[in-house]
């Protein structure tokens, strides 16, 4: 291209822009070599000659010739002018939207994953959110200042990549309450920190099960513990669980690798596993060669006596897996849970954490260690099992008055959630969808079942809503079963 | 049992301890059921007659009696005295110590989990971390302010289980931020905010791969990513680096799944991808219907002219997934990063999020939101860029003053890590373990090769150490390599 045939106005630099000129230069040039006004092969202007026409700096041509070398539009040699790259044209095919690839653009893992069922919340949306605590109530402005203090001295401890299983501070104290209030045996080693209950069933699932293997699972059971079983590839056998008795007879023709239960307060039912059957369980699982999850998810809101201590305080065998979880004793947002291993599960468990990505922020890990520490947890469990004890003897009591024609709940003394079941003829994800319509979020008890028919019913959280929103909802709840009959 | 045989000495209650008197009776019996001292089938006595004997009130016998039967120890029959139940004994077995099984605990791919190799940095080893920022010049009190402001208000938001793919204030901040910082085009509801790149790719890793699909994989390359992909069942196939350039000659022969790519600044060894070769992998890309995955985790440090734009710019097919972390920009345990997904594949990703349980700490990302929306971050990066690139200077000269005889730096103007190859004969593991006793935290290169021969180097974080630090650190590192000699 010689002097006069370069096309010079286009890279004329506008002196009134914010933007450096070099800048201005560098992307006038890419857009012609984009647009293919300068042909590959092309040599530009020296940068004396370029500099002299636009009457700029030298070293401002030389900066946007720079930077068009580094992202590979010029080449670069040495004392010589740069040349334009000969580029292939950006690919501009229908990509992933062509026919065969549309129904497919996942792996069949993907598609499993994304199939799973889910239910979340909105904001605004609370009555009645399954498992979902009182936000009122949560004492936030001491937890903004133990975050605040903790945050401004952050810089040593609390901002690299260490203490990818936890915090040293926050598993001492997680070993000491676990100690103190639920039974459970184990030292700060064993004890993993997650982004929650269920980082922890998804980092247990790909750790323990290997495609095809079998998990007795409760039925109905937990669905985000199901869906990380199938998603590690694990085949769920039914453990079925009904008024408060799990039927104990493990399938004979299989090897079982995996067993998921919930015996403080059964998820969904509530009920308690009895003494009889946990130590029943703990011989299966040991002449199985099985390990058992334990998820407590609930455990420490019993409103009859005192918490029951969990299953793990028990194990001799070292079988049991114990997983716990802040969501319910403190809030869900907070993304912290935990799990305890047995000693023999905890060799390089930080390599498979580091994996997974899933340690959690040591800021939020340190300011919980405080509010173990200072005492708040004890006081803050303690209130609210007061608070919730009142809130749920109103639910059933409101329950009793207008909902008997449709629901009937299943007895219990234990969790922050309850289940009734649908008089017949009911669909719950029916339900749940029209209750949707009038601000309700409730949770269909069919999506806790994987085999056969599903029992049809509601899973109701009662404790985030104070009397007056237990009113609201619940007479919600009566119009939208109106309006299904 | 008799009145008179009945063991009412070991009932006898404390009155001086802490311990309310139902909760020692509680426990008083328990241990008697456990030791078999009230042996299976034992009617208890009365409430009232206990009562009388142990002189407490009556009301505290049937506290410790509904305790005992709803933990299982006790059976319960209407109008009838509460009876021991026959419990078996708890399992004693050698449970997985035993020979077989000790060196099988985990699954096939829990044992892969588990031995993927590993690099994290312990507080007070900072030199020369690879990919640390600078802790000393974040802004903790701003953070902490910001932390406490939005902590106070979060009862509505902030709370629940919502927006499982992010907060909507930080996608928005991202989707901004990434237009005008990386040339990133995309939506909000494009992004997934997640805890950390790591947890980005171990979620496509599992959604896109299914076990034994092939992945074209940096060599060398993040051994993270790599880890990720093993984990998923992936199979790696070199995909060449040296010197800046990008081997872009796909297997033949082989289904391509997934490409991944650092094209801003190659992880470890820190070229950047010519436009040309991106244009052609964006080709090979469409050609082969594979996905690529663009790691732009240092994309911001280029100290040389300005940042180079991202691939996924110039994505017309939409094959491009890019993703990127907060990790480098501010620090590593805030745990937040994000993917930023092509339409395709964005559907139902709430529901694989949600298995996985990785959404972040809805408080941390309203606070990041907030240090975008105030403009704190696009400051803390001018400012940082600034530092790092007197650090970068400075760590140059001193390793051609003092470490020329064993270290040969890999040139480049990009990212807050530089590697550099050893002297013929020195193995990198060798010269990180005798560098660990001096405090010095060195990353071997061959972690990051899965093919061949591994070239032996060190990735060198310099970014963390200022002068002081730096000098220090090179000293040590020198009497370290002479230590090996």
Redesign the interface.
């Known amino acids: 291209m010689s002097r006069t045939t370069f096309p010079l106005d286009a890279l004329a630099p506008d002196r009134t822009s914010q933007i450096p000129l070099h800048?201005q230069l560098?992307q006038a040039l890419k857009t012609l070599i984009q647009e293919r006004t300068l042909a590959a092969g092309t040599a530009l202007p020296s940068t004396r000659w370029l500099a002299h026409d636009l009457r700029i700096a030298r070293n401002t041509v030389s900066?946007a010739y720079?930077?068009l070398i580094?992202?590979?539009?010029l080449s670069n040699r040495a004392g010589a002018r740069p040349v334009v790259?000969?580029?292939?044209?950006?690919?501009?095919?229908?990509?992933?939207?062509s026919a065969s690839?549309?129904h497919y653009?996942?792996?069949?893992?993907?598609e499993l994953?994304?199939?799973?069922p889910?239910h979340?919340?909105?904001?605004?949306h609370?009555a009645f959110?399954p498992g979902?605590p009182d936000?009122?109530n949560?004492p936030?402005?001491l937890?903004?200042?133990l975050?605040?203090?903790r945050?401004?001295?952050?810089?040593?401890?609390?901002?690299?990549?260490?203490n990818?299983t936890g915090h040293p501070d926050l598993r001492q104290a997680i070993a000491a309450y676990l100690k103190a209030a639920r039974g459970v045996h184990c030292s700060p080693e064993q004890i993993v920190v997650?982004?929650?209950?269920?980082?922890?069933?998804?980092l247990l699932a790909?750790?323990?099960?290997?495609?095809g293997?079998a998990v007795w699972m409760e039925e109905p059971g937990y669905y985000?513990a199901q869906?990380?079983f199938i998603?590690?590839g694990g085949h769920l056998l039914p453990l079925r669980v009904e008024r408060g008795n799990w039927q104990l007879d493990p399938p004979a023709d299989r090897q079982l690798?995996l067993i998921y239960v919930t015996p403080s307060c059964h998820h969904p039912l509530g009920g308690?596993?009895?003494?009889?059957?946990?130590?029943?369980l703990?011989?299966i699982?040991?002449s199985r060669?099985a390990w058992i999850i334990e998820d407590d998810f609930d455990g420490e809101y019993?409103f009859?006596?005192?918490p029951?201590?969990a299953m793990q305080g028990?194990?001799?065998?070292?079988?049991v897996i114990y997983i716990g979880t802040f969501?319910k004793i403190l809030?869900?947002?907070?993304?912290l849970?935990f799990i305890v291993l047995?000693p023999?599960?905890q060799?390089?468990?930080?390599?498979?954490v580091?994996?997974?990505?899933?340690?959690?922020?040591?800021?939020?890990q340190a300011a919980l260690a405080d509010f173990f520490e200072q005492g708040h947890m004890a006081r803050h469990l303690r209130r609210m099992r007061r608070i919730y004890a009142g809130r749920r003897q109103y639910f059933h009591e409101l329950c009793a008055e207008h909902l008997s024609a449709w629901l009937r709940l299943e007895p219990g003394d234990a969790g922050i959630q309850i289940t009734g079941f649908l008089r017949e003829g009911l669909q719950d994800a029916v339900v749940a969808e029209r209750g949707r319509r009038r601000h309700l979020n409730l949770s269909p008890l069919s999506m806790h079942y994987r085999h056969g028919v599903p029992r049809q019913g509601l899973v109701l959280g009662y404790a985030a809503s104070d009397a007056a929103a237990t009113q609201r909802g619940i007479l919600s709840l009566r119009e939208t079963f109106e309006g299904c009959s």
Do not use: C
């Open positions: 800048r560098y900066a720079d930077q580094t992202e590979g539009y790259i000969d580029l292939p044209a950006a690919p501009t095919g229908n990509g992933p939207s690839e549309a653009p996942l792996s069949r893992r993907g994953m994304t199939s799973q889910f979340y919340g909105s904001p605004g609370m959110h979902m936000a009122s949560f936030f402005g937890w903004s200042r975050l605040a203090r945050a401004s001295f952050a810089r040593d401890t609390l901002f690299g990549t260490y990818v997650t982004t929650g209950a269920q980082a922890g069933l998804d790909r750790i323990l099960l290997d495609p293997d985000g869906s990380a998603a590690a690798r308690t596993m009895r003494m009889e059957q946990r130590l029943r703990l011989d699982a040991e060669k019993r009859q006596g005192q029951v201590p028990f194990d001799r065998a070292q079988r969501a809030f869900p947002a907070l993304r849970g047995p023999s599960l060799a390089n468990i930080a390599q498979a580091s994996i997974t990505g899933q340690f959690a922020p040591l800021l939020l």
